[in-house]
């Protein structure tokens, strides 16, 4: 049998980590995050596939093409985390678990970032540890998927 798939999916601006803010994002690429994702699914048995979109409609898109083929979706948002209801809406319609990750940890940011409308949805949120929370988001994953 085929391993469970997890999705990984990285929204705006995310394709350029490592160029810009390392203080605040930290140095490493998105290429090395999603390489961080596939170790520690594969270490739990389950394929990693990563998606990586600028825009809403696709992020959306891959939400629906989730659905009945996909075991979990870990998401990093970006900044639609704070605003892209259609996301919510979408996420809401995904029967397995939903991971929310940020390098950062919006809380301690500015007051626009304390709003998250992918958390309603979300089974829990990964937050604020930086590269470690692609290990610490598919540890959770392959925790949840084991319930
Ligand atoms: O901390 C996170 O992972 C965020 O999801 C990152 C988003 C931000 O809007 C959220 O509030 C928290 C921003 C991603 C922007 O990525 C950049 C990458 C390189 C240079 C500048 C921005």
Not at 15 to 23: A, K
Not at 115 to 135: D, E
Request: proline residues 5%.
């Amino acid at each position: 049998m085929s391993e469970p798939i997890v999705l990984l999916l990285s929204g705006p601006n995310l394709n350029l980590l490592g160029q810009r803010d390392p203080e605040v994002y930290g140095a490493q690429t998105l290429q090395e995050h999603q390489a961080t994702a596939e170790k520690a699914a594969a270490a739990h048995g389950l394929t990693l596939e990563h998606q990586q979109s600028n825009h809403e409609g696709e992020l959306v898109e891959a939400i629906h093409a989730a659905r009945g083929r996909c075991a979990a979706i870990v998401i990093n948002p970006g900044a639609f985390t704070h605003y892209a209801w259609a996301i919510h809406d979408a996420l809401a319609t995904f029967e397995g678990p939903i991971i929310e990750l940020h390098l950062s940890n919006p809380a301690a940011r500015e007051p626009w970032r304390h709003t998250s409308v992918v958390a309603p949805v979300a089974s829990g949120t990964v937050a604020g540890f930086g590269a470690l929370g692609y290990r610490l988001a598919l540890d959770a994953t392959a925790a949840l998927l084991k319930q």
